[in-house]
């Protein structure tokens, strides 16, 4: 009872209408100029908010900007998104990584043109319906469409108030602090300026490493920079080392042949070679060794063995690609295979 009532106190005394303030005003003075932040009025917010949530999802600014334009250059509303097909979103999305938001996204912009009449749902629920849609990117999606007092939890953000209260991530109720900002902690009418500043200083102020706490509009009450006991942020998530063997089969016509039925789940539903966690050094002498190579994927340091076989039999579930292919999908992943193979010819 006592640790719940010090959070609310501690959080109504040093946040409040003066950090949103300042926060607004840095963030009209400051802000980038990304394509899909069009003004509220506009009839491309919901389309561009819903296509750059997805897209933004562990990727950067940088790289999602080029694909954003592509997207909306091919289709210019929700509704044509909506009509196009899986194996399109795909292809479209090739080299964005994490195929399965493009999947989710064209999911979600079928059940909004569907059953919503085109307009977002407008509870925190029903937009958690839409598929793997989190926390995070309903709150962001409610406050950007329908201004609500929300506010949008992502490791930027968490990282603000962490040293701003100077209080570890693990010690703050977020949840808490989106109910208390329902009741208007933060006092502005501006919830989607808000919601977007907060992301927006954490990336560009607050930063994760070096902090520009000298040019800060919050410098004077951070604490922070005031304290001489100043939390401590946790190290980088631990980059995790998966070994695997990887079997190609290929045949005279520079054809690779490709399944579906991988071991990998971040690659499920691709096609891709026979792929195989590496449990021990013996292979079978059929299959030659090509080369070891290392692909990061995310946190993940691949370190793989390829082998090949040529051969013109291939199993029930396969198929066979030009390794020119350039018209199915082939995420970075196949097309780093596709590069060592070809080196056979
Ligand atoms: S003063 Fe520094 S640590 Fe505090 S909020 Fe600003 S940038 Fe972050």
Known sequence: MYERLSFIIIFTMHLS?????????????????LPWRVSKKSPKKLYYRLLSEFMLQQTQVKTVIPYFKKFTKKYNTLESLSRINENQILKLWEGLGYYRRARNLLAS???????????LPNTLNEIKRLPEVG?????????FIYNKPTIAIDGNVKRVFSRYLNKKESKINFEKLISLNKKNLFNTNRNSDFIEALME????ICKPKDPKCSICCLNKSCSYLRSSKKIK?????????????IFCYINKKKQIALTKENEISFLKNFNLPLIKLMKSNYVNKDWKFLKNYKNSISNLNLNINLYYKFSNKIPKSYNWYSLNS???????FTKKIFNQVSTLF
């Open 326 to 332: 350039n018209k199915e999908l082939i995420p970075s």
């Open 17 to 33: 209408s003066t950090l949103s303030k300042k926060i607004l005003a840095w963030y009209d003075n400051s802000k980038r100029n």
């Open 201 to 204: 200083f954490g990336a560009l």
């Open 233 to 245: 942020f946790n190290k980088r998530k631990k980059i995790k080392i998966m070994n695997y063997n």
């Open 135 to 143: 926390d995070y990117t309903a709150n962001a999606l409610l406050g």
């Open 109 to 119: 912009t079928k059940i909004i043109v569907k059953e919503y009449n085109s307009k």
